[in-house]
């Protein structure tokens, strides 16, 4: 059995998707425990609503697989920046979190990105084989990466 020696290009995919993956996850934790400084109650809610895309995602993934194909059928540049616009929001929310306490909005959205993500075709290395549909999933991970850096370097670190 002759194995497969990995491309450059899956290096750089993988550290793509872990490192976009990790930094929604750490967009999830930082509102969590912002929400726990106000109290429990609000910190149970942000938890809860961090939860909700994740599970509603994990249904879709299971039951409704075709939606997240219909999302690879778009270009790969409007991907991209589908994805880069988003990941401005998701950092534009993070910075007005305190305006938006009433209810766990920003939680639901950053981890709606997360959930779309973490379950696309391609998202996981050696779980899915590399196509080209899994490549217009990487431009959803470029563009979200793109965006936060870009809102880092030109606002600033939302904190």
Known sequence: MEQRTPQPYEFVRIAVMLIT???LALV????VDSSFEVDAATGIRSIAGIMLPLVIGGFLAVFKRSLFEKAARVSPTIAFLLAAVFAVAIMLLVENIELLRAAPIAEIIVAAGLTILLYSPGSMPGFVQSTERS?????YYFGMVSGMLGYIVLIGFPI
């Open 28 to 31: 999830c934790f930082y509102l």
């Open 21 to 23: 993956l990790a930094s």
């Open 135 to 139: 490549d217009v999933w990487m431009a």
